[in-house]
C-alpha cells in the first residue's frame, strides 16, 4: 500500500482530481493508496446533491470560496486548511467489504486515530463522533471492482463559520437531491482542549490503519500519469461549471 502525503494547502479541484485519478489508476491496476491531503477553502457537494439547496451561493462568491462536485455520494462538507482529507483508493473492493463495511473500516480507523490523541471518539454508520458532534464525515465511489472510500477530519477550527454558507446547518433547510445531514460538529483542538497540528492528525491516522486490510505501508508519491490525469480532470471536470453546478445521478 503506498501512502502518500500531501499537506500543503492546494486548491480543492485539484485534490478531487488527483482522488479520481487515483481510483482510476487503481481500477486499471496501479497501486492501491492511502492519501493525506489538505485543501484551501471550498464547499464540496456530493455527487447526487443540488447545489443551490444546500450552499448559500451568493456569500460564498463574496468570500472567495468555490462550489466543488465530487464523484462519492453523500453531503455538503466544508474543506479548509484545518481539515486534513483521507483517501484511500483500492483497485479490489472485495478485502474492504460491502459498501456499508468500508465505511464501516474506514470510520473505525479515523475514530483509532482520534482516540490514539486522547479524544473519545466513536464510528458511526458514515460518521465519526465526540460526544454527539461530528468530527468526521465519510463518502464512498467504486466503479468496477476498484473502491475510493475517503474522509475529512477536522483538526482544526476555521476562522469561517460553516453554518453561515450550508444550508443544512439552518432553520427551513430543504434539500433537492441527496441530503446532507445537519448535526453538531468539533474539532480534535476542541475536543482536547489544546492545539492539535495537521502532522500529529496524520501521525495518529498512519498508526491506525489495519494492516490485514491495507498491506505493508511505505511512502510515496504521484507517478507522472496519475499527475497528468489529474491535471486534465482538474480541468474538464473539478473547475467545470457544467460540472460543479448539475443536479443528479452523475457519473
Known sequence: MRWIRDLESRDAAEGLAIDEALLDRARAGGADTVRLWVARRAVIVGRSQSV??????????????????????????????????????????????????????????????????????????????????????????????????????LVEPDKLDMARFLRAMRDGYAPRGTSSTP??????????????????ATAALRWAFEPERVGPATWGDLTAEEADAARRLAGTRYRSRAWNERTGKTS
Open 183 to 200: 448535526s453538531p460538529v468539533t474539532t480534535l483542538t476542541g475536543a482536547l482542549g489544546r492545539s492539535v497540528t495537521i502532522e500529529e
Open 52 to 153: 443551490e439547496s444546500e450552499c448559500d451561493t451568493d456569500l460564498l462568491t463574496r468570500l472567495g470560496i468555490p462550489v466543488l462536485r465530487r464523484i462519492s455520494g453523500g453531503g455538503a462538507v466544508y474543506v479548509y486548511p484545518g481539515n486534513l482529507n483521507v483517501s484511500v483508493a483500492c483497485s479490489d473492493a472485495r478485502p474492504l467489504g460491502t459498501v456499508s463495511e468500508a465505511f464501516a473500516w474506514l470510520a473505525a480507523a479515523v475514530a483509532a486515530a482520534a482516540r490514539r490523541l486522547g479524544v473519545p471518539a466513536d464510528p458511526t454508520a458514515r460518521s465519526v463522533v465526540v460526544r454527539g458532534a461530528k468530527i468526521a464525515g465519510l463518502a464512498q465511489a467504486r466503479r468496477a471492482s476498484a473502491v475510493l472510500v475517503h474522509s475529512t477530519l
